[in-house]
């Protein structure tokens, strides 16, 4: 019984929760197969491509016709997904069209009907047992590492005349960063401590220098020194890197709900009794205005 795993493309390279869901898919002991969008001509030689026995390349996810193509046609009962928010979307299509279940934040996958998930923001694990014979697992960020594979894969171009998108884009902004905050290996985020917008620049200098991404605390967007995009916490994204940089946050809790299942949490704070400090992994004691630039110099 082949697997299918969706495959994500960011700046031209698979991501890493797709790379991810690759080596759980792997791990099943079938054949592997890959769907994706990308039109990269490299993909074939893809580091993180080579886990697959074949790949299905088509239009758009949201073609449901393509993808139902794939999972009529190959009889595919198990799908394993990045939990973006594209892919949340396009499972709950697929769940109503094909009758699949759908079980989000996976950690780990443990036989084809079997896995643990995390719940309540990350602080508890369940064992999940599907009924249901078709399921989706929609997996956390940075659950495993990833593993590389040769395979010779097969590369199957889907085609559709009847294209059947279900929207249609009006506009579209590009964000002008490279980097995307679900992504990221390292997120360097800050918060009301910077007392103004104009303080940002070393935030995003010491991103920049870190290759990371820029997030911050609820009330820093509701003041509208950051795009609510940055936005992370109970109420805002969810996420979960390498390295979390927390930078005149206090930690209040709806704020640690969005980032306490980051590997690594660094706070900065000048509060030696902030309440983020018991989430860190290490911490700094001080001034940010004095430390971030402290450490920008020891970076050059
Ligand atoms: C229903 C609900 C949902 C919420 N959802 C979210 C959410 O999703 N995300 C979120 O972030 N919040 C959320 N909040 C708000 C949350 O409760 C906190 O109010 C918020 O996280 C505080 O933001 P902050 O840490 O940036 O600011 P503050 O609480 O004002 O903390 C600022 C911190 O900066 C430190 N500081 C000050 N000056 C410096 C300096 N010079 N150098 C270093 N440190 C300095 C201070 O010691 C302090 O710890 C929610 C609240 C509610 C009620």
């Known amino acids: 019984m082949p697997v299918l795993v969706f495959i994500e493309f960011t700046n031209g390279k698979i991501n890493e929760s797709s790379c991810q869901a690759t080596t759980l898919a792997n791990g099943q002991g079938d054949e592997v197969y890959g769907v994706t969008t990308s039109t990269d001509k490299n993909y ?3 580091l993180g ?3 697959f026995d074949k790949i299905f ?5 949201k073609n449901i016709e393509c993808l139902s193509k794939i999972i009529l046609d190959h009889d595919i009962k198990i799908i394993i997904s990045p939990g973006s928010d594209l ?3 396009i499972s709950s299509l697929i769940s109503i069209s094909h009758k699949f279940s759908i079980v989000s934040n996976v950690k780990k996958i443990l036989d084809h009907k ?8 990350g602080k508890v694990e369940s064992e999940v ?3 249901n014979e078709k399921i989706i697992y929609l997996i956390n960020k940075n659950i495993i590492e990833s593993d590389t594979y040769d395979k010779n894969t097969d590369i199957i171009k889907i085609e559709s005349k009847n294209l059947r998108i279900n929207y249609e884009i009006l506009e579209e902004t590009k964000i002008d960063h490279d980097i995307s905050l679900s992504d990221a290996d390292i997120v360097v985020s800050a918060g009301r401590g910077l007392k103004g917008p104009e303080n940002w620049k070393m935030i995003e200098d010491l991103a920049k220098k870190l290759h990371a991404a820029t997030a911050c605390s609820k009330p820093v967007s509701d003041a509208g020194w950051r795009s609510h995009h940055e936005h992370v916490g109970q109420t805002g994204l969810k996420i979960s890197p390498k390295i979390y940089f927390a930078i005149g946050i206090s930690g209040a809790i709806q704020h640690l709900a969005g980032v306490n299942s980051s590997k690594i949490i660094i706070v900065i704070n000048n509060d030696p009794d902030a309440p983020f400090f018991k989430s860190a992994d290490y911490g700094i004691v001080g001034d940010a205005f004095e430390i971030i630039p402290k450490i920008l110099k020891a970076l050059n």
């Open 49 to 51: 491509l080579k886990g």
């Open 114 to 121: 079997t896995a643990i998930t995390t719940v309540y923001t």
């Open 57 to 61: 390349m088509i239009n758009d996810f």
């Open 44 to 46: 074939n030689s893809t």
């Open 87 to 89: 892919f949340r979307e």
């Open 129 to 131: 047992n599907v009924i």
